[in-house]
């Protein structure tokens, strides 16, 4: 799968009641985009209206060409990965992964394609461990198994690995860039660490105030001085 | 870690210790008192005795079993239902609804029950409009059941929804996202969730509907619907055969004691904070079927809730209630119920202050001595020792043992009160005990660092803190005596009458209009309590 769709969020209105927030945006396809703002600022909402957890007031999600707007969340070309609670606790690794496959994939096939996408998140041989044996980072990386095996083309993860200490966090983000480098799928990520965000990101978007504030690519992105409310935002990360 | 001086510690552990041996004493007594009666005595009168005790050993626990089947599994649908449909108008109402059976008097729900099903009632009335020769009775194991499964659906009902309400979101999120089914969804999700409460609901349901007196004495029909609890009633008030009641009563303690036993191994159901219509949003699209299956599922155990509720109510406003407030014998009733009641739950919550704060003064002491570990284990056993002997067991205990001593009835509101307070303690215990563990963990080593201590601590600290429970434990406890009929079935005459028992004798004499006025007082009041105890839940009113 080469070059993964551009995901499009065409004056998105939302309101859970408190804020009113207006997105307009359109993420480049086959990349990985960075999102990063201050909490509240509505990062996990674009996520969340992208995969079909919520629906807009008004405006459309064009997913490619597609308008997935009126789509449930199964119906979209998308995987959304949580911060926790990605896999179910009483299931074994290898279930909780092979509950993305393709239900029409026979036994064998479906066996060897589980085994495969565990032993390139680097979790050969945990197929039959239990989640709740499993540490933080391993049980985030059998999350990403269930995404190879979905092969949805667009690839959400709303703050995945920030549970994980510093050293974790950047062997994860390093997986998951060669993930979407091997796939060429279109990720998605929120984040609370822009520095990070620079490294492992193509592009970034800066949401502040419920919307837009800025977008462009992640190299110097930080340091840019023309999107008001950036500066305040990542002097705040200083401090 | 230390947080009393030696002489609190004392004080404390001396205090827990004599409410230990008190009611162990109590209990003890009973059971000893009933294991000699049937030891030393003569054989009982009856002919039939084994094959009635038999018969009667064999229905409780066949309508035990049927009771919780029907309890439980339709829970299980109906909880499900409720959790997968978190905006409906009245959910909060509906969630509401299903705490009410556990402070309704039994005597109050049969009547209602009888309203809606009996052979006067709504649905016979239905039935004979279209045509049916002859009025369907539901006296006998029919109207077990229904009673039953009045006061355990919704029960299991809230304990599933508690589990249900705890799956976490992104488990939703991502069975809409990876499109799973209804049953894949009940498969991976739900049933795993509730598998591990199942045991324990259903050991509770079966417990309650083994020890079930007032239920079968008023809907069960005859010899041949009849329990253990019933049976030692019978035997005791009206055949004068205390050898057979003891002979029950035994059968009855051997038959709960393997109950608690199974219990202990099956693990107790978990308690979890009770549900206010706080709910995941679920994902994916909904099937037709699927849709009317829970809306059905909920309006038809809502109506089944309800309606006998609603029953009481308007009878209750048809009668003559002027007259009956003004009768001597109802308030003479009123005032004695609320008295013993009063009492009851005050002893109750003292019993319970006093176990609690000694098990917690004897914690360091614990970790040294095998004796503190033991007294312990003791205090937290209690509940057990108490719920091993039903009200009308251990009022059939204490009867024979006071007979031939003295007058059994002039002591009756000793023993009520007695007996009340105790069957209240399991359930003090439970409001009352992770109540305090929850304000201890937030203020115990504050108050210790700072020296409060005493009357100071009490006053500054503790009181402030432990309120809430406190009034809950005591209205629920309140309840619970108020609308008890076991202990005074036992001991009740012309002197001593409660609201439940002078219920009990309108009833019987078929002064139907009276029963429905006095069911709706003793209704009210036991609600009025329930609602009290309910709002000190509530997370805003700063209880646990």
Redesign the interface.
């Known amino acids: 799968m080469i070059g993964g769709p551009e995901i499009a969020l065409e004056d998105v209105r939302f309101d859970y009641g408190s804020a009113p927030m207006h997105f307009d945006v359109t993420l480049s396809g086959g990349v990985t985009t960075a999102i990063i703002g201050p909490s509240g600022s509505g990062k996990s909402t674009i996520l969340n209206l992208i995969?079909?957890?919520e629906t807009p007031d008004s405006g459309r999600v064009l997913i490619g060409e597609d308008d997935v707007t009126a789509l449930?969340?199964?119906?979209r070309p998308?995987?959304?990965v949580?911060q926790?609670?990605?896999l179910?606790a009483?299931?074994p690794v290898w279930r909780n992964v092979s509950?993305?496959l393709d239900r029409a994939t026979n036994r064998s096939a479906g066996d060897r394609i589980v085994g495969g996408a565990l032993a390139r998140v680097g979790l050969a041989g945990y197929a039959d461990r239990m989640p709740g044996m499993l540490s933080g980072g391993e049980r985030q990386r059998v999350a990403l198994a269930r995404v190879l095996v979905?092969q949805r083309p667009v690839l959400l993860l709303d703050e995945p690995f920030a549970a994980l200490g510093p050293g974790l966090r950047t062997d994860m983000l390093a997986l998951m860039r060669t993930l979407q480098q091997e796939t060429g799928m279109t990720v998605a990520v929120v984040t609370h660490q822009p520095d990070e965000a620079e490294r492992f990101a193509d592009e970034i978007v800066f949401i502040d105030r419920q919307a837009i504030a800025g977008h462009g690519p992640a190299t110097g992105f930080s340091s840019r001085r023309d999107i008001p409310g950036l500066e305040a935002y990542m002097g705040e990360k200083d401090r | 870690m230390r947080l009393l001086n030696r002489r609190q510690t004392a004080l404390g552990i001396a205090a827990g210790a004599a409410v230990l041996l008190f009611i162990t004493a109590i209990v003890g007594a009973a059971a000893l008192a009933l294991v000699l009666t049937a030891t030393g005595s003569s054989q009982s009168q009856s002919p039939f005795f084994d094959d009635y005790i038999w018969r009667v050993a064999r229905f409780t626990i066949l309508q035990a079993a049927a009771s919780t089947l029907l309890s439980v599994i339709p829970a299980i649908a109906l909880a499900r239902a409720i959790a997968r449909r978190p905006k409906f108008p009245g959910r909060r109402l509906l969630i509401l609804l299903l705490a009410v059976p556990l402070g309704l008097p039994p005597i109050v729900a049969a009547l209602g029950i009888i309203e809606i099903w009996g052979r006067q009632g709504i649905l016979n009335d239905l039935l004979l409009g279209l045509g049916l020769a002859k009025p369907v009775s539901i006296y006998g194991l029919p109207g077990i059941l229904l009673a039953h499964v009045f006061f355990n659906l919704p029960l299991a009902t809230r304990l599933l929804l508690a589990r249900l309400e705890q799956i976490?979101?992104?488990?939703w999120?991502?069975a809409?996202?990876?499109?799973?089914s209804q049953r894949q969804t009940f498969l991976?999700?739900e049933w795993?969730q509730i598998r591990g409460q199942i045991p324990g609901v259903a050991g509770l349901v079966l417990m309650l509907c083994v020890t079930s007196f007032t239920l079968v004495l008023l809907l069960g029909g005859g010899p041949g619907a009849t329990t253990i609890e019933v049976a030692i009633y019978q035997s005791l008030r009206f055949d004068f055969d205390p050898p057979r009641a003891v002979v029950l009563a035994l059968i009855q303690l051997a038959m709960t004691g393997a109950l608690l036993a199974v219990l202990a191994l099956v693990g107790k159901p978990q308690e979890e904070e009770p549900v206010y219509g706080r709910a995941s949003r679920h994902?994916?699209?909904d099937s037709i079927g699927a849709l009317l299956g829970d809306y059905g599922l909920i309006v038809i155990g809502g109506l089944f809730l309800v309606a006998p509720l609603l029953s009481v109510a308007a009878a209750g406003l048809a009668s003559d209630l002027a007259r009956l407030a003004g009768e001597d014998i109802v308030v003479r009733a009123a005032v004695t119920s609320l008295a013993i009641g009063a009492l009851a739950a005050t002893i109750s919550v003292s019993m319970a202050a006093v176990l609690i704060h000694a098990r917690r003064a004897s914690l360091p002491l614990a970790r040294h001595s095998t004796a503190a570990t033991a007294f312990r284990s003791a205090v937290a056993a209690i509940s057990s020792l108490i719920l091993l002997a039903p009200p009308i067991v251990l009022g059939a205990g204490w009867f024979v043992l006071l007979r031939g001593h003295t007058d059994v009835f002039g002591l009756a509101p000793v023993i009520i009160v007695a007996v009340n307070a105790l069957m209240a303690l399991p359930f003090v215990m439970r409001v009352m005990e992770p109540a305090h563990a929850s304000h201890m963990a937030r203020t115990g080593r504050l108050s210790a660092s700072l020296g409060l201590t005493g009357l100071r601590k009490f006053l500054l600290v503790d009181w402030p803190g432990l309120r809430t429970a406190f009034f809950l434990a005591a209205a629920f406890a309140m309840a619970l005596s108020l609308g008890d009929l076991g202990a005074i079935a036992l001991f009740g005459s012309q002197d001593v009458i409660t609201l439940p028992y002078l219920l009990l004798q309108r009833m019987s004499s078929y002064r139907t209009e009276d029963a429905a006025g006095i069911a709706l007082i003793l209704g009210l009041v036991c609600l009025v309590l329930m609602i009290i105890a309910n709002g000190g839940r509530k997370p805003s009113a700063g209880g646990f």
């Not at chain 2, 976490?168 to 488990?171: A, D, L, Q, R, T």
């Not at chain 2, 809409?176 to 799973?180: A, E, P, S, V, W």
Request: charged share 15%; hydrophobic share 35%; aromatic share 14%.
């Open positions: 995969a079909g957890f449930s969340p199964a119906e998308v995987t959304m949580f926790d609670n990605n179910f009483h299931l509950i993305g979905r | 976490p979101s992104e488990y999120r991502n809409g996202q990876l499109g799973l991976l999700i795993p994902y994916g699209r």
